[in-house]
């Protein structure tokens, strides 16, 4: 829509150049735009490129999170022997976790968002770190009667400790975008080179100003468009990473885990709870 724009406000260099106009432009060589052209084109991959690292990293840390939720599930259910019901319990906290961290970079997690908050009083201002400090509290009853040793407690606490470095870092891209001052300043420059560029063409080109102005123009305005659709992953817009899919993702592989998990253990374990 935008190049369509500019390509309309081309029609009006390419007449006056029509009726012979603008000879005061004549002596003005079109090769400068093609120079200012190369520039502006470094800007905006560098802009880009910067969008798409931030989405990169995004997607990247919540692959981790997929990872580090079946590794966490699988040492809960094979190397610890607790009650069932304390198992249930985590089962809910950690199937919890994702769908509550999605909310906190968007919107903001509450205690609506997870069954297991609504039994609590408590009203965390940090959801996501709080589901990670009631599995604490777990470890550390078990550690006090003697159910799990502490070479178990370092084994787990290492997945728990990244479960809270990939909250940090989602926290990061989220709080921390592109400067201020960057953005204005790229959107500046494709601004007044797509305001002076028919101008400075039509001499050469005639009427093919036209075209020609909305082929740049798309070109650099998509750009720009990319990189401000990709800046942001954590969003609902189509461009930006599919959360819930990967919230499913982590649930069908927690219950598949812990449903295994009980189903194989023997009576005698069973008969503990």
């Known amino acids: 829509m935008y190049a369509v724009f500019v390509a ?14 603008l000879s005061m432009l004549s002596g003005v060589p079109s090769d400068i735009h093609a120079a200012l052209t190369l520039v502006l ?6 802009r880009t490129n910067t969008s798409y690292g931030r989405w990169w990293e995004a997607r990247t840390l919540w692959g981790s999170l997929v990872n580090t939720m079946r590794n966490l599930s699988l040492k809960l259910v094979n190397l610890i022997e607790v009650p069932k019901h304390d198992l249930s319990r985590l089962r809910k906290i950690l199937s ?19 069954e297991v908050l609504g039994e609590l009083n408590e009203v965390p ?9 009631l599995i604490y509290t777990r470890l550390r009853e078990w550690k006090n009667s003697g159910e799990i040793d502490g070479q178990q407690l370092i084994v787990i ?16 891209i989220r709080n921390t975008r592109l400067a201020r001052s960057y953005r204005a300043f790229a959107r500046q420059c494709v601004f007044l080179y797509l305001a002076t560029l028919p ?21 650099m ?9 990709t800046e942001e992953p954590f969003g609902m817009d189509e461009d930006d990473l599919d959360l819930e899919a990967m919230c499913r993702t982590i649930e069908a592989s927690i219950s598949e885990i812990f449903t295994h998990g009980s189903s194989s253990h023997t009576p005698a374990q069973t008969s503990r709870t």
Do not use: M, Q
Not at 157 to 172: H, S
């Open 8 to 21: 309309v406000y081309a029609v009006i260099p390419a007449w006056f150049e029509a009726r012979n106009k």
């Open 41 to 46: 084109g470094w800007l905006l991959v560098f």
């Open 96 to 114: 919890a976790f994702a769908p509550v961290l999605k909310d906190h970079l968007r919107e903001g997690a509450h205690l609506d968002d997870a």
């Open 125 to 133: 201002r940090h959801v996501p770190s709080f589901l990670v400090s």
């Open 157 to 172: 606490d290492e997945d728990l400790r990244k479960l809270l470095e990939i909250v940090g870092g989602c926290e990061r």
């Open 199 to 219: 101008w400075g063409i039509v001499h050469n080109f005639g009427w093919w100003t036209v075209p020609l102005t909305a082929i740049l123009s798309y070109f």
């Open 221 to 229: 305005l998509g750009l720009e468009t990319v990189a401000e659709h």
